[in-house]
């Protein structure tokens, strides 16, 4: 009997998911991305090598996994085509790669939209990477996007004038600069010429893979705490990140995720706006910048950086009902003679021990820390968990304690192989 496995990220973002992901892909026989779009990427580094993946799922490297891009994705086929095309240069071929025949595309004028939108908000703005996520996922809820099935039909060329004549409406309202359709329309009829071949009925193709016991790993992009539901709004992505999302994004079923693995980032960081309790605005900070690489995959913007915040983090081990814990970046804090760890909120003078609903109270919440002992060993070669020093295994152990969730795996370094594993469950 096959198992499904959820790689959730359980922060906000940027936890080394990818890594994770291409690690355990090994075992899996499908590799499914069920939510999100080019606004965000994956590092993976293994024989030497960095690879940034932003729309395709981490199991492309290995050429027997099946790689899926489901039908809670936005798509943009420039985007697609381009990655597909870096990876064939660094000499794997891709062919293992399907599309949703009901994921949503992401045209230009979404991207024209998304620019006005956060420029319109000024000093409000929430921070997006103005890739057109937002944009297409509204117009997917408003019921005026268009699906893969439609971009790779015959009635496509139709279909896209009448929906830019509506969209170039919005742009020119709102001081943007209209999207030409007959550049456009000549190389998008390209692109869906490129795509046709890859996009199949993945619903069915998952639900086969299931019936007959295959092995399946899913996979989303950014951080639970972004969630547009539960994170923290409106200072969040535009889709459903958490566990319940990938039920939507894939149409897996409520009962076809066996097991939810959180990543956990050793520390916290977070990129946009938005209130972050155990940010470090100083030195500190900058430390934990520059030793954990902390820039993004995608934007290349330099993350706001802080220590590990458990009352978030336990929020979204109930949000996603998270099973087990992987732990990454723990090297990244190597030399820290005390290692901060935010337990409680101070709120009008009471303790609090999760997540608020309100941004605003969330910035006006003070971080109550334990200070843990640190530890000055390189860990980075370390392969098993009862090697790494005394109060690693503590830090480790803390963090179980306080979250009652078994911490199963420890990444100490950014290549695949700076994997600790405590225990299989996949």
């Known amino acids: 009997m096959g198992k499904s496995l959820?790689?959730?990220?359980?922060?906000?973002?940027?936890?080394?998911?990818?890594?994770i992901t291409n690690f355990l892909s090994e075992k899996a026989d499908i590799v499914i991305r069920y939510q999100g779009g080019n606004n965000a990427g994956h590092t993976i580094v293994f024989g030497g090598h960095k690879y940034a993946l932003r729309l395709i799922p981490s199991g492309v490297f290995n050429e027997n996994v099946k790689c899926v891009l489901a039908n809670g994705m936005v798509i943009n086929p420039r985007a697609f085509?381009?990655?597909?095309?870096?990876?064939r240069k660094a000499g794997f071929p891709a062919k293992n790669i399907y599309i949703s025949d009901r994921a949503h595309v992401l045209f230009d004028h979404h991207i024209e939209l998304d620019r006005l939108n956060e420029e319109s908000l000024g000093s409000k703005k929430i921070g997006t990477t103005k890739r057109g996520i937002g944009p297409a996922y509204a117009d997917k809820i408003s019921r005026v996007g268009m699906r893969m099935c439609d971009f790779i039909s015959n009635e496509f060329p139709e279909l896209y004038k009448n929906l830019l004549t509506i969209k170039n409406k919005q742009i020119i309202d709102m001081g943007g600069n209209p999207i030409d359709y007959d550049k456009t329309v000549k190389e998008y009829l390209e692109l869906a010429d490129y795509i046709r071949p890859m996009v199949i009925d993945t619903v069915a193709m998952i639900g086969k893979a299931r019936k007959e016991g295959k092995n399946i790993l899913f996979e989303g992009a950014q951080g639970a705490l972004l969630d547009v539901d539960f994170g923290s709004y409106p200072y969040v992505t535009s889709s459903n990140v958490t566990s319940g999302g990938t039920v939507d994004g894939t149409g897996i079923g409520c009962h076809g995720i066996d097991d939810i693995l959180g990543i956990v980032k050793a520390y916290e960081t977070r990129v946009g706006e938005g209130a972050f309790p155990t940010e470090q605005l100083n030195e500190v900070g900058d430390l934990i910048r520059e030793r954990g690489h902390e820039y993004g995959t995608v934007t290349h913007r330099p993350r706001r950086t802080g220590f590990l915040d458990l009352p978030?983090?336990?929020?979204?081990?109930?949000i996603n009902s998270i099973s087990y814990i992987c732990l990454t970046l723990v090297?990244?804090?190597?030399?820290?003679?005390?290692?901060?760890?935010?337990?409680?909120y101070e709120y009008q003078g009471q303790l609090i021990d999760t997540l608020p609903a309100s941004d605003r109270v969330l910035r006006e919440c003070k971080p109550v820390y334990a200070y843990l002992d640190g530890w000055t060993e390189d860990i980075s070669n370390i392969k098993t968990y009862d090697a790494l020093p005394e109060n690693v295994r503590k830090y480790v152990e803390f963090i179980e304690k306080?979250?009652?969730?078994?911490?199963?795996?420890v990444s100490t370094g950014p290549d695949k192989n700076q994997t600790i594993i405590r225990e299989e469950i996949f």
């Open 6 to 19: 959820l790689v959730l990220g359980s922060q906000w973002g940027d936890e080394g998911k990818g890594k």
């Open 312 to 318: 978030a983090l336990k929020y979204s081990i109930q």
């Open 81 to 87: 085509k381009e990655e597909v095309e870096e990876i």
């Open 402 to 409: 306080e979250t009652g969730t078994p911490v199963v795996m």
């Open 331 to 344: 090297d990244v804090l190597t030399g820290f003679d005390k290692v901060p760890v935010c337990t409680h």
